[in-house]
């Protein structure tokens, strides 16, 4: 999809598609009778005046995502105008904007429409936000997961070009452009680097075995210009990952250590982050197999890998000064006769000895080793993002994605970040308390135990692993995958935690 911005008036545009948000303006406590107060946020009158019949008409509410298509609007350059509704006045923002965009795009490419252009509701989010919000939204949009149908071609509908309108920028100075202009092509890279990670995401593990990810990682690192090596089962042994590759011995398919390194000049040497992502291109549960009903879904396991490739192609393109290496542990989960059993113990990297309990407990041990490794390679601050457990869906629904913290300090950092990216993850504690349920009678811990509060006990092991360092852990089990289309977003996989990771390192800048 082209990009653009254009400066002119809107209603000068001659576009296929001129789209303008409207918003409700009321008062959440108002009493129902009183009928919404509907703005068109745009300061172009003709534009206004287009759309007034319309409003006024109370078939408009500006509910969210409503959307309103007129034909050959008056007074306008367009061929349409798409009203889309953005809810409560009060309550908008740049993360709502986002949403529309993508609700924008999802409208009218299935109208067979290729190109629009998208007005800055510029009084309810300053341009600077509204831009990458918009691209970054259209982009997400516009992702089509039907790769393997055989007529994609000829349905593939998508937009090809977008144009960002900011009348105000024509008065702006020089400098305000050029800002808005690197602002567009910031959100553009987010927005790729995000669908790059749904493309992984969306292979099935036929497709994306741990040797095809890790071409993808390095056939990526090439193009971006990042340093990128990959390993396979000599090297897990070698570096003693019993924890890693005690998942990786029952499958035929070899396992891949993918590792990713971004180090800039002019970098602070104080702070160097690792990003560990946990990439089982399919889970079958191992010995401890899992029921036939809804295992296809298991494809999307590897998508905290996923989501850290697709980071790293991001810092690569955004250049921040802040070092960073990723490290992704791929491989099957599968049962075979040299598959682990139950009861088995492992020798994690850190020496740590681990009573399997349940094979299906699998990423927590990758995740083990690769955050071992991490520490080893002088990461200061550690974060890893997996879908870890159906617990995490019990807890937070497909909503929220859990976020667990070690440190306090790299919370707020993180929370910040998360803010700013506009996706929805909430905090789960990690009490003293729960270290109990890790007790082995034969090893230093189990890697499985009660039903409840599973996703604090994967959690917990983890925490063993990452030790002192300052460590974030993503569960995105429940979000990583949507279950099904929303507006702005097609059924499959969701590219989450991409976006509040890019901002998280960018906070990191020297
Ligand atoms: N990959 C699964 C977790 C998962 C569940 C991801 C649903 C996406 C959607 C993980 O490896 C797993 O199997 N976890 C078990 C752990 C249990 C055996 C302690 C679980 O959550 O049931
Ligand atoms: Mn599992
Ligand atoms: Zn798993």
């Not at 990526?220 to 090297?235: F, I, Q, R």
């Not at 291109?281 to 191992?286: L, V």
């Not at 879908?387 to 807890?395: H, I, N, P, R």
Request: with cysteine; charged share 25%.
């Amino acid at each position: 999809m082209n990009t653009t911005l254009s400066s002119s008036a809107p209603s000068q545009l001659e576009t296929d598609c001129l789209v303008v948000v409207v918003l409700d303006q009321s008062e959440k406590d108002q009493s129902k009778k009183d009928k919404p107060a509907i703005t068109v946020e745009s300061s172009d009158t003709a534009v206004r005046e287009a759309a007034k019949d319309v409003v006024s008409s109370g078939e408009v509410t500006g509910k969210t995502f409503e959307t309103t298509l007129l034909h050959r609007p008056a007074g306008l350059k367009a061929k349409r105008l798409l009203l889309v509704g953005g809810g409560k006045a009060k309550t908008f923002s740049a993360a709502e904007l986002r949403k529309l965009a993508g609700a924008a795009v999802r409208t009218l490419k299935s109208k067979s429409i290729r190109s629009f252009a998208f007005v800055v509701p510029e009084s309810a989010v300053p341009a600077s936000q509204g831009v990458p919000a918009i691209v970054e939204g259209a982009f997400v949009g516009n992702f089509d997961p039907g790769y393997y149908k055989s007529d994609r071609n000829e349905k593939d509908q998508k937009i090809d070009a977008l144009t960002i309108v900011v009348p105000g920028n024509a008065q702006g100075t020089q400098g305000d452009a050029k800002a808005l202009e690197n602002a567009m092509q910031a959100g553009r890279i987010v927005a790729e680097s995000q669908n790059f990670t749904r493309d992984l995401v969306n292979e099935p593990s036929n497709r994306m075995t741990p040797t095809m990810m890790a071409e993808r990682a390095k056939k990526m690192a090439a193009e971006v210009g990042l340093n990128c090596e990959t390993y396979g089962a000599d090297k897990i042994k070698q570096l003693k990952m019993g924890a890693f590759w005690g998942v990786a011995q029952g499958s035929d398919e070899p396992p891949a250590l993918i590792v990713l390194r971004y180090d800039p000049v002019g970098a602070a040497d104080k702070v160097h982050l690792g990003l560990v992502g946990k990439a089982v291109t399919f889970d079958t549960g191992g010995i401890s197999i899992k029921p036939a009903d809804g295992m296809e879904k298991m494809k999307y396991d590897m998508a905290g890998g996923a989501t850290m490739i697709g980071v790293m192609r991001a810092i690569a393109l955004l250049k921040p000064k802040v070092k960073v290496t990723a490290i992704i542990c791929a491989t099957e989960n599968m049962p075979s006769g040299k598959a682990q059993k139950p009861g088995d113990v492992q020798i994690a990297m850190s020496g740590k000895s681990i009573e399997i309990i349940n094979t299906d407990a699998e990423g927590r041990l990758v995740l083990a080793d690769g955050l071992c490794y991490a520490r080893q390679l002088g990461c200061t601050h550690l974060v890893d993002a997996a879908t870890l457990t159906g617990a995490v869906v019990v807890a937070l629904g497909y909503v929220n994605a859990g976020i667990f913290a070690s440190d306090d300090q790299m919370y707020q950092r993180f929370a910040n970040a998360n803010k700013q990216a506009g996706e929805k993850m909430w905090r789960l504690p990690l009490d003293d308390e729960y270290k109990e349920n890790l007790k082995s009678n034969i090893a230093d811990m189990v890697n499985a135990g009660s039903r409840w509060g599973g996703a604090i006990f994967a959690a917990m092991f983890l925490k063993e692993f990452a030790e002192d360092t300052p460590w974030i852990h993503l569960d995105i089990a429940g979000t990583a995958w949507m279950e099904e289309a929303k507006p702005w977003i097609a059924k499959g996989p969701s590219g989450i935690a991409l976006r509040s990771l890019v901002e998280f390192v960018k906070g990191w800048e020297s």
